[in-house]
T-cell receptor
Framework: QQPVQSPQAVILREGEDAVINCSSSKALYSVHWYRQKHGEAPVFLMILLKGGEQKGHEKISASFNEKKQQSSLYLTASQLSYSGTYFCGSHSSNTGKLIFGQGTTLQVKP | GAGVSQSPRYKVAKRGQDVALRCDPISGHVSLFWYQQALGQGPEFLTYFQNEAQLDKSGLPSDRFFAERPEGSVSTLKIQRTQQEDSAVYLC????????????FGPGTRLTVT
């Protein structure tokens, strides 16, 4: 089953914060986050393994709540370069099959 | 080093034609994945390989779709007797191994079936 992302779209001003959520109906082994700009390939952001850890780099971080089968991506003090579509991908076991959500489109305006 | 490359970048096929899409993964990456991405949607899993072994092909939409990776490096996705619903971007990704490793995506092949 495809994970469900919310919201579907976000419009921000530069410097504002955003949270993107990803929920699964299946038990998760890990969650991947990717960003895709129009006409380009998805670019890896981070992986979270079950255990509830929070990861991040620069002003983008994420958390993974294994019990709730949810992950959230936090974008702090957004920059114009953050614009794009964010996808979460879920692994239900330690195999290669990654199931992506439908995406959240983020637009950061000056 | 070089990333994942795919060719051709764009392909226009008439309905009923066969097409072959190529993927060159990052050198040394054991796992290779194929995804189909429709406009405005997330990538949808098609199949993946661990070296030359195709471990999961559950996402292939019909028996018109066939993928191979004979020497555990370059992979080809073949679509026979293309239909209009096959129009999409086909993405290839590779990773060091299966499981919780980051996947590196190629630029994709945009297939348009007329």
């Amino acid at each position: 089953q495809q994970p469900v992302q919310s919201p579907q779209a976000v419009i921000l001003r530069e410097g504002e914060d955003a949270v993107i959520n990803c929920s699964s109906s299946k038990a998760l082994y890990s969650v991947h986050w990717y960003r895709q700009k129009h006409g380009e390939a998805p670019v890896f952001l981070m992986i979270l393994l079950k255990g509830g850890e929070q990861k991040g780099h620069e002003k983008i971080s994420a958390s993974f709540n294994e019990k709730k089968q949810q992950s959230s991506l936090y974008l702090t003090a957004s920059q114009l370069s953050y614009s794009g579509t964010y996808f979460c991908g879920s692994h239900s076991s330690n195999t290669g099959k990654l199931i992506f959500g439908q995406g959240t489109t983020l637009q950061v305006k000056p | 080093g070089a990333g994942v490359s795919q060719s051709p970048r764009y392909k226009v096929a008439k309905r009923g034609q066969d097409v072959a899409l190529r993927c060159d993964p990052i050198s040394g990456h054991v796992s290779l994945f194929w995804y189909q991405q429709a406009l405005g949607q997330g990538p949808e899993f098609l199949t993946y390989f661990q070296n030359e072994a195709q471990l999961d092909k559950s996402g292939l939409p019909s028996d018109r779709f066939f993928a191979e990776r004979p020497e555990g490096s370059v992979s080809t996705l073949k679509i026979q007797r293309t239909q209009q619903e096959d129009s999409a971007v086909y993405l290839c990704a590779s990773s060091l191994n299966q499981g919780s490793y980051e996947q590196y995506f190629g630029p994709g092949t945009r297939l348009t079936v007329t």
